[in-house]
């Protein structure tokens, strides 16, 4: 099965008969409503060369009409040309107008196609009185400078979504995998989980697996931006799309079609390209009463200059003047390009930003509250040392282990693997109950197994008289100590520790340099806690938290005005992240689609916390430098435009040059964007 690169279906290739190659690749399509909207920007970018390339020559012929001496019927091939340019290339801005007046609304094609069509008929109404005063050439000029500018965005804008492209280009199309008669080539679209896939040096992996045969190399530079290739052996995780370097691997399948982690960073950037900022819906706000207010100053201007005994043609440059250099194209376009470019970047870099709220929040944060196992620590806990209660090794771990077999706490794991090397096999529970911040409940023979911290015990009123001591002495070594008590009675002790990751003091001090306060909250105890917020440099600890107080701590420093993100591993955090300013999903793995985080980084890398909320400054400082000059250079340009500088110069601004101007002025802001290109994620 295929997946719909638009909405995400599951197509069968078989049987599709909505398909379209590019460079090479097929796509498969569940509707044509689907394959238009694939196709739609290239057939648009298409389209719109072809027009610009008609209204320009036809321009340019007009131009030279203009200047041309006893033409025959000159006015009159003005005319007809001038007409072709303003009714076939400038039918865009007519239909764009008659969109807005249905939605009560009005905008830039309002402003354009008013204007021109105000030169145009003013010069039809001089050919037919026997004026002298044509503007054929101006309604032209206009047209063309406007689809120009048009022109030079859409190519500003391919660029800038070129990111994304390579994303949805990074998988392979076929992929060798071992079936029954041995290794054959399929589709990648036909892989199945449990499939073995056999990966040669130099080729894509086909999908997201588990090594279970070879010891290689792997660039996963385009996904994570990891420059520099990462060793992979028996037991190791890759990812889709990237590439084995040396040695041959078998994988096997985990993840497939839209499953697979870089389906799923193709589905949220694409969607977070489609998110606004709350300043772009500020600017839309503004725009919706900065285009009528425009009209009236171009009428007003018109009355004005009539009452000063201005003649028509002087009242009507400066009408038009004002209505095109006043298009608000470029304050359109302030935002959505900064976000585009600044989106794919991030993606680039393994930073997936969801949506505009997260991405302007994330520049505002002022508080980063950190959990601790797997997020400041490395995930991976160790047994270090078992402390039995008159019990056999092999009979403690058994229960253990039948406790904590139903649980996906990393903790769990460790004590799981831990005694996997030690026991052959053991049963199953009868039933299993996770307590949130205290550990497990199981049943097995009629007798209840516990799993867990003090707390736990002690709702259960089971006594730990005489271990106390040695907890102490575990906890101020930074260790986890993890209680197992066995029908009502303590049987004995496990003492585990997580290191910390390497990073963990430098991008500490990085976020304490840039002003911002750091908090750890976890649901260990205060010693174990206290010992590793001291190796990373945190003050601020919050420990023994369940997951109600990690929200309570949040929405506490919220009501004293701190902008809060919240980093944490996604899953036990999900409450937590959800209700921070920014939740920050950190090592979120292949299933970032289930993350509460509106920023999810791929890599558990905390120093990628920093490039998160240095990148949306970055980018949220090109959006306010964008709109900035979209609103200075209308608010500038619609006073010269209505002739205030005209008693000074004796001379108007001609509605071409206006046009020209209002194009530029786009591409500007589109230029201005493109620098985000050049931004470094990690200096």
């Not at 023979?445 to 005489?466: C, H, M, P, R, T």
Request: glycine content about 8%; overall charge neutral; aromatic content about 8%.
């Amino acid at each position: 099965m295929a997946v719909d690169p638009i909405c995400g279906m599951q197509v069968d290739e078989k049987t599709a008969t909505i398909t379209k190659t590019v460079n090479g690749k097929k796509y498969y399509f569940c509707s044509s409503n689907c394959l238009a909207a694939f196709e739609a920007p290239e057939k648009d970018f298409a389209n719109l060369k072809r027009i610009l390339m008609l209204s320009a020559g036809l321009t340019i012929v007009i131009l030279l009409l203009m200047f041309a001496v006893n033409v025959p019927y000159e006015n009159y091939i003005l005319l007809v040309l001038a007409s072709i340019v303003q009714f076939y290339p400038g039918f865009r801005y007519y239909k764009g107008m008659l969109d807005a007046f249905k939605a009560k609304t009005a905008n830039m094609d309002t402003l354009v196609a008013i204007g021109t069509s105000a030169a145009w008929a003013y010069s039809v109404y001089g050919l037919f009185t026997n004026s002298n005063s044509l503007y054929f050439d101006t309604s032209a000029l206009i047209i063309t400078f406007i689809l120009l500018g048009k022109f030079l965005e859409d190519v500003a804008k391919g660029r800038a979504s070129q990111a994304l492209k390579k994303l949805m280009d990074l998988t392979p199309r076929t992929a060798i995998v071992v079936r029954a008669q041995g290794e054959v080539e399929i589709p990648v679209s036909e892989i199945k989980t449990e499939d073995i896939c056999i990966v040669k040096p130099g080729e894509k992996i086909p999908t997201d697996g588990i090594v279970i045969f070879g010891h290689s190399e792997v660039d996963e530079s385009i996904i994570t931006g990891e420059s520099m290739p990462v060793s992979k052996s028996i037991g190791d995780k890759v990812i889709g799309g990237t590439i084995n370097k040396s040695e041959l691997l078998k994988i096997k399948a985990t993840k497939v079609g839209q499953d697979t982690l870089l389906a799923q960073i193709v589905e949220l950037v694409s969607s977070a390209h489609m998110s606004k900022v709350p300043v772009q819906r500020l600017a839309d706000q503004v725009s919706g009463y900065f285009v009528p207010a425009v009209i009236f100053v171009a009428i007003a201007s018109g009355f004005y200059w009539h009452y000063a005994s201005a003649n028509i043609t002087f009242v009507l440059t400066v009408a038009v003047s004002v209505l095109i250099i006043a298009c608000p194209c470029a304050l359109g376009l302030a935002t959505p390009t900064a976000l585009l470019l600044g989106i794919g970047k991030g993606a680039e870099a393994g930073i997936l930003i969801r949506n505009g709220e997260a991405l302007e929040s994330a520049g505002k944060v002022d508080t980063v509250i950190f959990d601790k196992t797997g997020t400041i620590t490395e995930g991976r806990p160790e047994v270090t040392g078992l402390h039995l209660m008159q019990i056999e090794k092999p009979l403690f771990l058994k229960y253990a282990v039948i406790a904590e077999k139903g649980s996906s706490h990393p903790i769990a794991k460790a004590i799981v693997d831990y005694s996997d090397i030690r026991l052959e096999k053991h049963k199953e529970a009868e039933s299993h109950q996770i307590i949130p911040g205290k550990g497990v409940k199981a049943k097995f023979q009629n007798a209840y197994i516990l799993v867990g911290n003090k707390a736990l015990l002690k709702d259960e009123n089971i006594s730990i008289d005489g271990f106390e001591y040695e907890i102490h002495d575990l906890e101020m070594q930074g260790q986890t100590v993890v209680l197992v008590a066995y029908n009502h009675k303590f049987i004995g002790a496990v003492s585990i520790a997580d290191k910390l990751k390497k990073e963990a003091r430098s991008a500490v001090e990085s976020l304490k340099k840039q002003g911002i306060d750091v908090y750890m909250i976890t649901g260990d105890n205060e010693k174990v806690a206290s010992h590793i917020a001291r190796e990373a440099g945190i003050i601020n600890i919050f420990a023994q938290a369940l997951p109600q107080d990690k929200l309570k701590k949040i929405k506490e420093l919220q009501s004293h005005g701190a902008v809060v993100a919240m980093v944490g591993d996604g899953v036990n955090d999900g409450p937590a992240l959800a209700a921070a300013d920014v939740g920050i999903a950190v090592g979120a793995g292949t299933d970032i689609a289930k993350e509460s985080g509106g920023i999810v980084l791929i890599k558990s890398d905390m120093r990628d916390v920093i490039s998160a909320i240095k990148l949306s400054k970055y980018i949220m400082a090109k959006v306010k430098q964008n709109l900035f000059w979209a609103f200075f250079y209308n608010v500038a340009a619609i006073p010269i435009a209505a002739g205030v500088l005209y008693p000074i110069t004796g001379t108007l601004l001609n509605p071409a040059i206006a046009a020209l101007a209002m194009a530029f002025s786009s591409v500007s802001v589109v230029a201005n964007s493109l620098l985000i290109k050049n931004f470094k994620v990690r200096k």
